[in-house]
Structures are given as C-alpha cells and as structure tokens.
C-alpha cells in the first residue's frame, strides 16, 4: 500500500504502470509494451512473454484510487493505436520501482518490478486457494511455473503457524 500511495502522489503514469503490472501480474516488458489497441470493452488482452498463454483479464475497479485501473481505459482511448500506453524502458521501469520503494520504505529485496507479479499471485492463493485458477491467470502453461510465485505464500504460512505454537 505505501508503494502505491507514494507512486499515486508522485507520478499517475507511473503510478497506472504499476496498478496495471500489479492486477494482471505482468513483467516489466509485457507492461512496459502495451497499447490501447489490447484494451476493448473494457478488458486487457496481453500475450505473455517466455511461451506461456495469451490472457484477457477484466479491468480492475476499485474505490480506492490506490489499487484503481480505470485509469487505462481512458489512457487507451487517447492512444487508440499501436502506441504503447507507458513509454519508458525496463531499466527506467526497475529505477521507477525502486525509487518508490525507497521512498516507501519496502525493504530493498522487494523494491523490484518481477515482485508485483509475486504479489498478485499471493492474493490469489489467499483467496482461492486453487493452484489452476492461478496457473490460468497468470498464463502459465506449467503448474511448476505457478509454485515458484506461491514458494513465499507457504513460507509465510510456515512462520505465521511456528508464531504460534508455544510449548
């Protein structure tokens, strides 16, 4: 959240970037490279990078401005075309991330772009606890792909279920 809040008050494209990257689970290059042709009626159709499968995913709404999507919609209808919606590099999208992290005070081991994607996935398996809805949302064709995002989800179950156990 104090990602989001310092992104939002310091930049709303750069803050839009990363609330995009954040609800689809995006790399940093599948973000970076998006145009308003793949927003249509009001969902993101994004082919993934490093073969896995194509996804179009809804837009998200939210009433807190923080973790709002909607944002893109009116982005793309400006950029109808093949321009790209966020036009920086990757390595100006890291340097961004970090910046923000910083300023947030997120500890330097998550102030990285590829941890958004993390995120998400954490907030799916918190709230479905179904290893295939996931896989499917993020696109992988391989479950073992999935497991690695949810690797810190178990870990932190682990500590959370050792806090409380007392002998």
Known sequence: RRL???AYDSNRQHHLCL????WHGLRVSEVINLTG???VDGQLSVK????????????HRDADPLFDESPLLELAQQNPGAARLFPFSRQRADQLIRKYAALAGVHPDKAHFHSLK???????WDATNNLGQ?????????????MCYLFEADAR??????AGISM
Do not use: D, E
């Not at 179950?157 to 050792?162: F, R, V």
């Open 4 to 6: 989001f809040q310092v």
């Open 19 to 22: 609330v995009v990257a954040l």
């Open 37 to 39: 042709a793949q927003v």
């Open 48 to 59: 993934r990078l490093k073969r896995s499968n194509a996804t179009c995913q809804p837009i």
């Open 118 to 124: 993390h995120s998400v996935a954490m907030l799916l």
């Open 134 to 146: 996931i896989q499917s949302y993020l696109g992988h064709k391989a479950a073992s792909s999935t």
């Open 157 to 162: 179950k682990a500590q959370n279920a050792m």
